[in-house]
């Protein structure tokens, strides 16, 4: 069996293959530390979005791909250039 950090890696680029990001997720810091042999995943917050996007894929819905960086920047600077913010 792999240890609790490599099964973190390895849901963190599951999850990223379908275009989901958990913030949060990480090895739970208490029970990481104990004499237990293998440490709970703690899988953290996240937004409403990402929660939404979450559950489609366990339904195996499709999803669309989230927006890249430069995706994101480009819509930043639209919205900079117009001096307001969208409805």
Do not use: H, W, Y
Not at 9 to 25: H, N, Q, T, Y
Not at 37 to 57: D, I, K
């Amino acid at each position: 069996m792999r240890s609790t950090e490599e099964v973190v890696v390895s849901l963190r680029l599951a999850l990223g293959g379908v275009g989901i990001v958990l913030p949060s997720l990480c090895v739970d810091p208490v029970t990481g530390a104990s004499d237990e042999p293998f440490a709970l995943v703690q899988l953290g917050r996240c937004n409403v979005r990402t929660a939404e996007r979450l559950a489609a894929v366990l339904r195996g819905e499709p999803v669309e791909p989230a927006p890249t960086k430069e995706e994101l920047l480009a819509r930043v600077r639209k919205i900079n250039r117009q001096g307001r913010l969208p409805r």
